[in-house]
């Protein structure tokens, strides 16, 4: 009997059909059981009272957690069933404002575009387990991680908490970072499920996109992250998807996420993303509500109990699939308490980690960089690179570690829109590792004042920046004449690098000025050092763009930010929401499934910066491609290091699937001058399939695939063709 089909059915004939799935899955699963056996010892209220979470800083004092972050769901200590003390951890144990928890810190991780950008499965396992662990010891048990939204939109404000716009390596690196943060014997959610793209108008928009399409892309990335990581919980979004929202969205939530993909946890809503008693709708519980407002999964479902619109059994399916997640993660045996001492110095490395793994080098003239050791008067400019590196804006904002460097509030929400700088200045790391040469620095507030000083320096490195926050979107041009600034620096010494700090994509209208260009997004709590020890050339450059950059917005899917004529001008952009009274709006998607490089590639586009680019500071050759077909796809080929430093290549493999290209495997590779490495891959088939909406599957059509082993997605490096046979996988 399938749990779906209850909203159909009677509702006492549907509690009995939900009794026996249960009693059968339970000699399988200890947890189930376990979970089955509390339920029991509960009274109906306390059953209801897990489907209802507060946020905390609302509560009255005497009712808050210890641990105060985002949410809190109080637990029945009389079953010995725990509270949830929930915390946002994308990139880090958050503390937005600095207000949650006052003097709280933790370890800042660069973006998650920078994280992406490792094209590093491991390191994203390591932060999720460093994530995990100083959750833990603060006394957090549920984490609000996992951001796996596509970058469709590249003026979405919250890209830089994402991984970027392809869902294989989107997908797999949320699952890894989930898995490190269940390691923790935690529980992570993955969010926010789905197409929550853009944050202008995201409680009022309604993405518009087709099943089969939205299949390949968007949730084909929550397809991969779910079996990877096996989150305990998924946060269902904000918006509407295909008119419906996505927090009572039976397609969703009940047909993809519970019938064909089998997931077993619990969805919870994001914070005010609930818009009626939708339990049979898929949704398990409403996150963030004020204990002064009739919250929906609180007074009203109790309402529709008494008026029989819902069931005792509906509510006893959802509060069974939490208690199932809190024992299958571990949190009713091991416990957490706060105040447990935490390993900050042996955390830092990993954010340093991230950062340098991240930092992608998208120019390099000359070979200007790294730096040469006879640079003698080097001139940094602007950034604030004197006192540290700049942080996104929102509830995935970290307190860093050594406190905020400078932190000035932006435009109307005060705790959201919060431009931080971590304490990690790039100043003093060059000024380390140069001792004999000078290094000085300019803030760029005039741009005559800093060209001046340009013309008396070897070397010059503008640092350039561009705030994003939760809330808000972007344009894509550096804000505050900053552009102004690089040509002018630039003319003056054309030896001039430019690192850029963004939440994302830029357009560079100085980029044939300048000689060098790095992209160093938000990079952390160790990323003045990391961005130093990639200029002197400590470490190699490595990072490969997880985005495309375009050369304008015309080139993009919809080169008018959608809504924002409804949100009005841009220094009134909402933050979360439109005024009451506003209507619906739809967003569409002309790209469909071919998301960012897929988008370019199908239109013939040039961007900025494909997908996949980075420079090393060494040379890779790649030779002795073998592929091999039939029903999965194996290519094999070798790497070189053939220049005179070690380095480290992302070598990605495409296919061509109905004349389109699409990642479908690849493999970061670290190598020592003159060393080769054969790499062996297989090729996940859904990456080759088109998604069946009629068959319920995926399907790889017959025939012959033109394969790409490539060092960015535009530039292939070895070309092959190998046969498929058909195949169907289940979703
Ligand atoms: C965000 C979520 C976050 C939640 C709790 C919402 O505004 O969309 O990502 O987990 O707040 O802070």
Redesign the pocket.
Known sequence: MSKSLCGALTAAFCSIAVATTGASAAQADPAQARAEQTLKEMTPAERRSLLLGFSPFILPVRERPAAMG??YVPGVPRVGVPALSES?A?LGV?NFGGVLRVGDVATALPSGEALAAGWDPGMAERAGAMIGAEARSKGFNVL?AG?VNLAREPRNGRNFEYLGEDPLLAGTLAGHMIRGVQSNNILS?I??YVL?DQETGRTELSAELGEQALRESDLLAFEIGIEIGRPASV?CA?NQVNSVYACENPFLLNDVLRKDWGFKGFVMS???AVHSTSIRQGLDQE??TNPKDPAWFGGKLEAALNAGLVSQADVDRSALRILRAMYAGGLVDHPVSGGQPIDYDAHGAVAREVAEKGIVLLKNDDDLLPMAATAKRILLVGGHADVGVLAGG???QVNPVGGPALAVTVGGKATFARKLYAKSPPLQALQARLPNAIVSFDDGADPQRAAAAARQADLVVVFAEQFST?GLDLDLSLPDNQDALITAVAAANPRTAVVLETGGPVLMPWLSQVSAVLEAWYPGQRGGEAIARVLTGEVDAAGRLPITFPASLEQTPNPRLQGVEIVGNKTDKQI?ALPDNQKHFPVRYPEGADVGYRWYDRTKARPLFAFGYGLSYTRFEYKDLRVTGGSDLQVSFQISNVGSRAGAEVAQVYARVNGGRRLVAWSRVELNPGATQRVTLSADPRMLAAYDVKGRSWRVAQGAYAIEVSTAADQPMLTGKVSLTMRRIKP
């Open positions: 985002a949410g946002d994308s958050a609000l951001g959610t969010k926010h929550n946060m904000y994001d914070w005010g996150s963030g929102g509830s995935s939760e979360e």
